[in-house]
C-alpha cells in the first residue's frame, strides 16, 4: 500500500487507532509528525495578521501536525481554548493550536483564541490559521535554554506539500493503565495486520525513549555528582585532620584548663568551635566562587535557577554538618585528657 495523499495517510490512522483501541489497558492514543527529544526539527516561517512586523521578533515557529488526542496523550496541558477534534477535517475551516509562550509573546493581552497566524507550510502562499487553542510549553530538542514558538496543526488538515513529514515519520504514542512494554508486539501485529510493508522501527516506552535521548546529560551529571562525593570526602578528612592537628598541639593547654576546674562540655564547645569556624570561612569562600561557577554550568541545571537559594542553603546545611561531625571526634578526644598524664609528660 502506498500513500500518496492524505486520503491514504488518514485511513491508516484511523484504522490502526480503531485496533489499538480496542486492547485492553489502553487510555488514549496519539499521534504526531515529530516526538519531542527524538532528533528531527520541523520549523516554519509565520506571520500574525493585524500585528505590526516590528513585533513580530521571532519569524520561525517549530511545526508539529498532529492527531486530535495527541497533547492530551501525553499530558500537555491545555490553558486555554480547546484541542483538536474529529470535526477538524479537510473541508473545514483550517486552526492550529500555540503554545503559552508564543501566545504571551504575541498576544500579550490574552486574546490568542480566535486570531489568526499565517504558516509558510507550502510553495504556494502562506495560510491562515484559526487558533483555537493554546497549550503548555514543551522542550523539543533539550532541557536547556527558553520554550520555543510551537505551532500544531491537525493532521486531517496538513498541507499537501507537507504530508511528506507525516507520510515518512509516524510518531504513535499509546496511554495505558499497566506496563506500556506489553503492548509492543500487540501494536506490530496490528500494522502488519494492516499493511506489511509499513515497518515499526521502535516500539518501547516512553521513559525508555527518553532515557536514550538523555544519556549522555545524564552521564555527565553523574560523573559531577562522583566528583562532589569525593570533593566532600575530602573536605570532611581534611577538616578532621586540621581539629586533630589543632588539639593536639594543645593538649597542654587543654589539660592546665581541665585541672583548673574548666568543665569537659566547655572544652566541647570550643573545639567544635573551632571547626565551625573554619567551616565557615569555606562556605563563604564556595557560595562566591558557586556564584560564578553556575554561569558555566547553567546548560546542566533543570529547574534549578543560578541563584536558586534553597538549593544553596542545603548544601550549606550539610556541609555545616560535615565539619560537625569531623570536629566532634577530636572534641571528644580532648575532654577525655588526663591532666595529671600531660603535667607528667
Same mark, same amino acid.
Given at each position: 500500500?502506498?500513500?500518496?495523499?492524505?486520503?491514504?495517510?488518514?485511513?491508516?490512522?484511523?484504522?490502526?487507532?480503531?485496533?489499538?483501541?480496542?486492547?485492553?489497558?489502553?487510555?488514549?492514543?496519539?499521534?504526531?509528525?515529530?516526538?519531542?527529544?527524538?532528533?528531527?526539527?520541523?520549523?516554519?516561517?509565520?506571520?500574525?495578521?493585524?500585528?505590526?512586523?516590528?513585533?513580530?521578533?521571532?519569524?520561525?515557529?517549530?511545526?508539529?501536525?498532529?492527531?486530535?488526542?495527541?497533547?492530551?496523550?501525553?499530558?500537555?496541558?491545555?490553558?486555554?481554548?480547546?484541542?483538536?477534534?474529529?470535526?477538524?477535517?479537510?473541508?473545514?475551516?483550517?486552526?492550529?493550536?500555540?503554545?503559552?509562550?508564543?501566545?504571551?509573546?504575541?498576544?500579550?493581552?490574552?486574546?490568542?483564541?480566535?486570531?489568526?497566524?499565517?504558516?509558510?507550510?507550502?510553495?504556494?502562499?502562506?495560510?491562515?490559521?484559526?487558533?483555537?487553542?493554546?497549550?503548555?510549553?514543551?522542550?523539543?530538542?533539550?532541557?536547556?535554554?527558553?520554550?520555543?514558538?510551537?505551532?500544531?496543526?491537525?493532521?486531517?488538515?496538513?498541507?499537501?506539500?507537507?504530508?511528506?513529514?507525516?507520510?515518512?515519520?509516524?510518531?504513535?504514542?499509546?496511554?495505558?493503565?499497566?506496563?506500556?512494554?506489553? +503492548?509492543?508486539?500487540?501494536?506490530?501485529?496490528? =500494522?502488519?495486520?494492516?499493511? *506489511?510493508?509499513?515497518? !515499526?522501527? @521502535? /516500539?518501547? #516506552?516512553?521513559?525508555?525513549?527518553?532515557?536514550?535521548?538523555?544519556?549522555?546529560?545524564?552521564?555527565?551529571?553523574?560523573?559531577?555528582?562522583?566528583?562532589?562525593?569525593?570533593?566532600?570526602?575530602?573536605?570532611?578528612?581534611?577538616?578532621?585532620?586540621?581539629?586533630?592537628?589543632?588539639?593536639?598541639?594543645?593538649?597542654?593547654?587543654?589539660?592546665?584548663?581541665?585541672?583548673?576546674?574548666?568543665?569537659?562540655?566547655?572544652?566541647?564547645?570550643?573545639?567544635?568551635?573551632?571547626?565551625?569556624?573554619?567551616?565557615?570561612?569555606?562556605?563563604?569562600?564556595?557560595?562566591?566562587?558557586?556564584?560564578?561557577?553556575?554561569?558555566?554550568?547553567?546548560?546542566?541545571?533543570?529547574?534549578?535557577?543560578?541563584?536558586?537559594?534553597?538549593?544553596?542553603?542545603?548544601?550549606? +546545611?550539610?556541609?555545616?554538618?560535615?565539619?560537625? =561531625?569531623?570536629?566532634?571526634? *577530636?572534641?571528644?578526644? !580532648?575532654? @577525655? /585528657?588526663? #591532666?595529671?598524664?600531660?603535667?607528667?609528660?
Amino acid at each position: 500500500m502506498s500513500y500518496p495523499d492524505l486520503e491514504r495517510v488518514t485511513a491508516l490512522y484511523e484504522n490502526l487507532g480503531a485496533q489499538l483501541r480496542a486492547l485492553p489497558g489502553v487510555r488514549s492514543i496519539g499521534v504526531t509528525s515529530i516526538l519531542p527529544m527524538s532528533g528531527p526539527l520541523a520549523t516554519v516561517n509565520f506571520t500574525i495578521d493585524g500585528l505590526p512586523m516590528a513585533r513580530q521578533e521571532a519569524p520561525t515557529a517549530y511545526y508539529r501536525m498532529v492527531s486530535p488526542d495527541y497533547l492530551p496523550t501525553i499530558a500537555v496541558p491545555l490553558q486555554r481554548g480547546r484541542n483538536f477534534d474529529l470535526t477538524d477535517r479537510p473541508d473545514g475551516r483550517p486552526v492550529a493550536i500555540v503554545n503559552r509562550r508564543f501566545a504571551e509573546t504575541f498576544f500579550p493581552n490574552g486574546d490568542a483564541i480566535g486570531k489568526s497566524v499565517r504558516v509558510d507550510d507550502n510553495s504556494k502562499a502562506p495560510r491562515p490559521l484559526e487558533i483555537v487553542g493554546v497549550v503548555g510549553d514543551v522542550k523539543h530538542d533539550n532541557l536547556e535554554g527558553k520554550p520555543t514558538f510551537d505551532v500544531y496543526v491537525p493532521t486531517l488538515q496538513v498541507n499537501s506539500d507537507a504530508l511528506v513529514w507525516l507520510r515518512n515519520n509516524q510518531f504513535w504514542v499509546v496511554r495505558t493503565d499497566g506496563d506500556p512494554a506489553r +503492548l509492543a508486539e500487540p501494536f506490530r501485529r496490528a =500494522l502488519r495486520a494492516i499493511d *506489511p510493508n509499513v515497518p !515499526a522501527a @521502535r /516500539v518501547a #516506552p516512553f521513559e525508555d525513549y527518553l532515557d536514550s535521548s538523555l544519556r549522555q546529560r545524564r552521564f555527565n551529571v553523574r560523573l559531577l555528582a562522583a566528583f562532589a562525593i569525593v570533593a566532600v570526602t575530602l573536605v570532611g578528612s581534611g577538616l578532621y585532620a586540621l581539629i586533630a592537628y589543632w588539639v593536639g598541639e594543645r593538649r597542654q593547654e587543654i589539660a592546665i584548663r581541665l585541672a583548673l576546674g574548666a568543665a569537659p562540655s566547655r572544652i566541647l564547645r570550643d573545639v567544635v568551635g573551632r571547626g565551625l569556624g573554619l567551616a565557615t570561612v569555606g562556605l563563604a569562600g564556595g557560595l562566591i566562587a558557586s556564584g560564578l561557577l553556575t554561569r558555566m554550568l547553567e546548560a546542566q541545571l533543570f529547574h534549578v535557577g543560578r541563584g536558586d537559594i534553597a538549593t544553596m542553603a542545603e548544601v550549606a +546545611l550539610l556541609l555545616a554538618s560535615i565539619a560537625v =561531625l569531623a570536629s566532634l571526634v *577530636p572534641a571528644m578526644r !580532648a575532654t @577525655r /585528657v588526663n #591532666p595529671a598524664d600531660v603535667m607528667r609528660a
